[in-house]
């Protein structure tokens, strides 16, 4: 566990992945704040849930309404037998406070005063009246210091939020990403002064980024000083204060963006109903851009209702038309009125069809929507920290997409937990979302929240209903932070089964089949045709790219609706692919990350990264692959040893050597032999390599064209001697003597003392350079290494030789499996360690252990927030899939939201990338044809001509789609090239056959077709013609 500073723990094997988007000094922030949540239909309970995952000190639930039948359909905790008997507060409190054992949660009861509101920093209120919200952000507001106040309501197919978080706000960091860098190319003596950087990389800074410089050479009078504020000229430029009174710069230098505190102010929500873009503010948001405008309409459709509530006690009874026409005239009347107000916001005309529907369904809430806004809201209680920046003041959003266009005759309620969703919807409606078969990939984070939807909307619960889940994972210990159907009793079972059964407890009627199987090419016997040809849609819960490709492809085949979803930090997509109407996920490709060259990692690194990918390298080859090669070595000494000679440089192969040997010769121990390996590895790498690295290029040598060498991005590094008393060193040692001991079988020590003691007694032999060579770029063709190890490393091998003979019959050696979540195990000890030590060689800043967890670990940031906001969003397009014959693409959303900034970006779907014909292609350097002309990736082209010839197949091409075949080909197999006289003979052939014949596999007794792509000319002129994929139907 970690510690914030104020003496709380923190739990780090739960919150790992939520620190890595969240950082540390959030997160000590964080576990001590108390929260109040008052209202828990659906959206309440998706708060408390998101809020209570991330790890308050305390969360009080507050709502004295006994709990209605309708609310089982959003608000997940509820059973049947609580209807009418417990407040829904208590109610939810039982499996609220099981998410999480650090949070205490309790339910609040009574009216909200001021005394309640003691002690609270954030109070969030859902399902209020006007007239009470006024009250209690009045009361909040007059604390000190203000408690935090948000307002939220789901309106059936319209939702909307407010925040005020008091006069003065700070904000610590406006949008969490991580500081960007640049290493200084130039600056000039002028008013504003201009800053060049490296053309390595773009430097990334924004206009209003605050930075400071160190290390420049010459104008001195950057380093060091306060933050200065730029404007940015170009990607590889930006200005500065007036430079000319200050020393000419020289060279060198390093800018770093920094994050300064930034203040904000917050309107009371009396005067956000007003105005609710507060002085400064920007316009309202627009979440949607299809839908400029839509969200003051909503402003002033919301305030109706809520007047309506005043004036009646309740809200507009739903479906309920006299009703909805009064809310519009209560609309149009604040309308008028504000206009005449100063600083008012007010709209041309209201729009009656907004406020109709936001009336008809005031009382309404279905879960996609409440799933949607109880991320935005629990995200919004998390930057009362300080980190990112908060709602400014209002957000409006709406799903009307859903609505059928007709009004269903079947919608009345009939005591059903769906009915809320069936007054939207109708009844039939619900029945064909009861009857979907949806196949559900993934049981993650995104997939908790997905079974969570289904057995919430009534999705896959009908008697001919099904999803199937699948998930080859366990559940570990960090999972729990955000995969919110586990417990810690869970840890060690399967994703699948055990959300499938969390999620049953919620909904009994959800049909759900559970399976630990991987989707992929070796796995279509079990996901064969007949299954994806019976599903209605495909649901992605996947986190990485191969898999999603897959699964893509296969929706892409089979023509199904796939739903794809993703989540980095508090970033989040949405894409919806239909067939024949939208592009796959596989039509566009997301530019390949950037990979840091070879050299710098192995001689010149310049950020911490570079060190950490270095020592996460160094670590795989001390104790992955060494003792993997003595275990090789052990197994058949001659095969091993013939092998050697015609493997790397004589210098690499004298290495290999002489570590199989040192291993063999110490595996006896004891451990203080251990922590000499360890000393004598640190005095290599930190010491040794580095005064070589010197002695080759000292720090005034120059290229060969006169610039000095040490420059830029090279940074010239120091030897560091080797002392037992620095913490730095002896995590070194300590870590590198448990790691070897554990590759021997020798006993572990932990003992700090003991093992400085050890260390201080090796003998550290000096270092004398010799004559080596070293790459300087990735575009060098020196060879590395010493010039006279070759004739050592021949004699070496003899006598190993020997050696093996005499230990024919040893005990293999244990090979470390890097296990970045067990913080005693030394592996990200030893990295961090290591990482840092490199980083001091060169002048880096250090890196703390958590971040080195992250990089090493490839670990994804992830949070609860963002993963229930947008399941949310996909479980709204779910529901439009049901009706998709009916539907235009513009119905459907695609979706991009960053919760930091916060930000909302709503479009439609693309059309699918269409194949066309070409005058000139500069591959094939000659015209191209398509045919069909502009056919897309989901066409293909069906041969239903069963078991025939290789030559009746390539006949009915040239007769029925009139192309002459030059390559066939099925996977990665080619079945026929018309160019090779050899395959002429197989024209004879059945083309099942000879695909069995060239892949060397059985057909399965379930294939009925094969996937077969074509090379081939128009069959008049000879032009290269590309057509779509065919399907060989053979039975």
């Known amino acids: 566990a970690g510690s914030d500073g104020s003496g709380a723990r923190i739990d780090m094997d739960l919150y790992s992945r939520q620190i890595g988007t969240f950082g540390m000094e959030t997160m000590g922030k964080l576990i001590q ?51 009418g008997k417990k407040t829904r507060a208590q109610a939810s409190l039982e499996q609220l406070a099981q998410l999480n054992p650090h949070v205490q949660v309790s339910v609040c009861s009574g009216t909200v005063t001021s005394e309640v509101l003691a002690g609270f920093s954030v109070a969030v209120f859902s399902g209020a009246s006007q007239s009470e919200l006024i009250r209690c952000n009045e009361l909040c507001r007059a604390r000190s210091p203000p408690v935090g106040f948000i307002a939220a309501d789901s309106w059936g197919l319209a939702c909307s939020a407010f925040v005020d978080f008091g006069d003065s706000f700070t904000v610590r960091d406006k949008d969490g990403e991580e500081p960007r860098s640049a290493i200084v190319a130039g600056v000039t003596q002028e008013n504003p002064g201009a800053v060049h950087t490296h053309h390595e990389r773009r430097h990334g800074f924004q206009d209003g980024d605050w930075v400071t410089f160190r290390e420049v050479q010459g104008m001195t009078q950057l380093n060091d000083s306060a933050p200065r504020q730029i404007k940015v000229t170009g990607p590889y430029s930006f200005t500065i204060e007036d430079t000319t009174g200050y020393s000419a710069y020289v060279r060198e230098g390093l800018v770093s963006q920094v994050k300064v505190p930034q203040s904000m102010k917050f309107n009371s929500y009396k005067q956000a109903m007003v105005q609710p873009t507060p002085e400064g503010g920007s316009e309202l948001a627009v979440p949607d851009l299809a839908k400029f405008g839509r969200s003051e309409q909503l402003h002033l459709a919301v305030q109706a209702v809520q007047q309506f509530r005043e004036q009646n006690g309740h809200l507009p009874p739903v479906r309920d038309a006299s009703a ?20 008012a916001l007010s709209v041309e005309e209201v729009e009656i069809d907004v406020v109709t529907k936001v009336a008809l369904f005031a009382r309404c809430m279905i879960c996609p929507m409440a799933a949607f806004l109880g991320g935005v809201v629990a995200q919004e209680v998390v930057k009362f920290t300080g980190k990112y920046t908060p709602l400014h003041q209002c957000l409006y959003f709406d799903m009307f997409e859903l609505a059928p266009a007709e009004l269903p005759s079947d919608w009345q309620p009939s005591g059903s937990r769906y009915d809320d969703q069936v007054a939207i919807l109708g009844k039939a409606f619900q029945e064909r979302i009861g009857s979907l078969q949806i196949f559900l990939v993934g049981a993650g984070a995104l997939g908790c929240e997905y079974l969570k939807c289904l057995a919430m909307t009534g999705a896959c619960c009908g008697p001919t209903g099904k999803v199937t889940v699948t998930d080859m994972d366990r559940i570990e210990p960090s999972n729990l932070n955000r995969q919110f159907l586990f417990r810690q009793s869970d840890v060690g079972q399967p994703k699948s089964v055990t959300a499938a059964r969390a999620a049953q407890a919620m909904n009994g009627s959800l049909k759900v089949e559970a399976m630990e199987v991987r989707v992929g090419n070796d796995t279509e016997d079990t996901f064969d045709d007949a299954f994806w040809g019976g599903l209605d849609a495909v649901v992605n819960a996947l986190d990485n790219i191969q898999a999603r490709l897959y699964v893509d492809s296969r929706c892409v085949w089979f023509a199904k609706p796939l739903l794809e979803s993703g989540t980095l ?58 003792p993997r090669e003595v275990n090789s070595f052990l197994a058949d000494p001659t095969t091993y040893l013939a092998k050697i000679p015609s493997e790397g440089t004589g210098t690499s192969q004298l290495a290999k050597m002489s570590s199989i040997r040192r291993m063999l010769d110490q595996r006896t121990g004891p451990f203080d032999m ?22 080759t290029f000292p720090l005034d040598h120059k290229t060969s064209e006169g610039a000095l060498f040490w420059s830029g991005p090279k940074r010239p590094p120091a030897p560091i001697k080797f002392d ?50 070293f790459k300087v770029d990735d575009k060098d063709t020196t060879t590395e290494g010493c010039v006279d190890d070759d004739e050592k490393a021949r004699r070496v091998i003899k006598e190993m030789a020997d050696l093996g003979k005499q230990l024919a019959s040893s005990k293999p050696l244990d ?31 250090e890196a703390d252990f958590h971040k080195v967890k992250m990089t090493a670990g490839k670990i994804i940031p992830a949070v609860a927030t963002t993963t229930a906001m947008v399941t949310g969003l996909v479980g709204c397009e779910l529901l439009k899939v049901v009706t998709l014959a009916s539907r235009k693409v513009e119905d459907f959303k695609n979706a991009f939201v960053n919760l930091a900034l916060p930000l909302w970006v709503m479009s439609e779907p693309l059309p699918p990338l269409k194949t066309t014909s070409k005058d000139y292609d500069p591959i094939i350097m000659g015209p191209v044809r398509a045919k069909p002309e502009g056919f897309t990736s989901w066409a293909k082209i069906e041969v239903n001509r069963g078991d025939i010839t290789l030559k009746d197949f390539v006949d009915y091409l040239t007769n029925e789609v009139g192309v002459e075949v030059m390559i066939m080909s099925a996977g990665n197999a080619c079945l026929y090239n018309a160019y090779l006289p050899a395959h002429k003979k197989r024209l004879a052939q059945k083309v099942t056959e000879l695909w069995e014949q060239v892949t060397k596999q059985k057909l399965s007794p379930k294939k009925t077709y094969l996937t077969i792509e074509v090379s081939a000319s128009d069959a008049d002129d000879g032009v290269d013609v590309q057509i779509p994929t065919i399907k060989f139907q053979f039975k």
């Not at 922590?675 to 590895?681: A, I, M, N």
């Open 33 to 83: 704040m108390k929260v109040l949540i008052s209202g828990l239909r659906g959206l309440g309970a998706e708060v408390a849930k998101n809020l209570i995952l991330a790890g308050p000190a305390a969360v009080a639930l507050h709502d004295d309404g006994l709990v209605e039948m309708s609310d089982l359909g959003s608000n997940f905790y509820l059973a049947e037998a609580d209807v």
């Open 569 to 626: 930090g508090t970033k989040a997509n949405v894409q919806v692919v239909l067939p024949h109407l939208t592009q796959s996920y596989g039509d566009s490709q997301d530019p390949p990350e950037e990979s840091i060259p070879l050299c710098t990692l192995k001689h010149f690194p310049h950020a911490i990264e570079h060190t950490i990918e270095w020592s996460r390298d160094f670590f795989e080859q001390l104790f992955v692959e060494s």
């Open 815 to 845: 090979p470390a499996e890097f296990e970045k979540d067990d913080d005693t195990n030394f592996h990200v000890a030893f990295i961090a360690a290591a990482a840092n030590l490199r980083a001091r060689n060169y002048k880096i800043p």
């Open 324 to 343: 909805a026409a009064t809310c519009v005239k209560l609309a149009q009347e604040i309308n008028e009125a504000r206009k005449k107000q100063e600083g």
């Open 724 to 773: 037992p008393a620095d913490t730095a060193h002896l995590d070194f040692v300590v870590a590198a003597a448990n790691l070897y001991a554990a590759n021997l079988g020798i006993p572990p020590c932990r003992d700090r003392a003991e093992i400085a003691k050890a260390a201080s007694a090796v003998e550290i032999v000096t270092f004398t350079p010799k004559e080596v060579k």
């Open 674 to 695: 251990c922590v000499k390996f360890g000393v004598l590895e640190f005095q290599d790498k930190f010491h040794d390599s580095i005064a070589q690295l010197l002695h």
